[in-house]
Nanobody, 125 residues
Framework: QVQLVESGGGLVQAGGSLRLSCAAS????????IGWFRQAPGKEREGVAC????????YYVDSVKGRFTIIRDNVKNAMYLQMNNLKPEDTAVYFC??????????????????WGQGTQVTVSS
């Protein structure tokens, strides 16, 4: 079965860290572009961190640069989002996603055709 399964969300105090995990099954994640997106209540889904597989290009939204790191593990067929120095404005549901059949980076959610189930991240002040 082709799917992405997320884990690792939770409640953390401002300044803390969390690591989100996303395990792929039924396909080779290493051949595809990947991305982490988030959606806060009343807001549109936004690309947080995205990576192409062919040229290693990486994108971070300005608000997370220097704090978040997108990680690809081709041996474990998984992807991760390491989040440090978390802020209350990072509170959202986080989704992992991949572009099946494409290895080029995209920051638009419409370009992704396989999504994880989402995990809640709540940062208290």
């Amino acid at each position: 079965q082709v799917q992405l399964v997320e884990s690792g969300g939770g409640l953390v105090q401002a300044g803390g860290s969390l690591r989100l995990s996303c395990a792929a099954s039924g396909f080779n994640l290493g051949s595809n572009a990947i991305g982490w997106f988030r959606q806060a209540p009343g807001k549109e889904r936004e690309g947080v961190a995205c990576s192409g597989s062919s040229d290693g290009t990486i994108y971070y939204v300005d608000s997370v640069k220097g704090r978040f790191t997108i990680i690809r593990d081709n041996v474990k067929n998984a992807m991760y989002l390491q989040m440090n120095n978390l802020k209350p404005e990072d509170t959202a549901v986080y989704f992992c996603a991949t572009r099946l059949y494409s290895d080029y980076l995209s920051t638009g959610s419409d370009a992704y055709n396989l999504w994880g189930q989402g995990t809640q991240v709540t940062v208290s002040s």
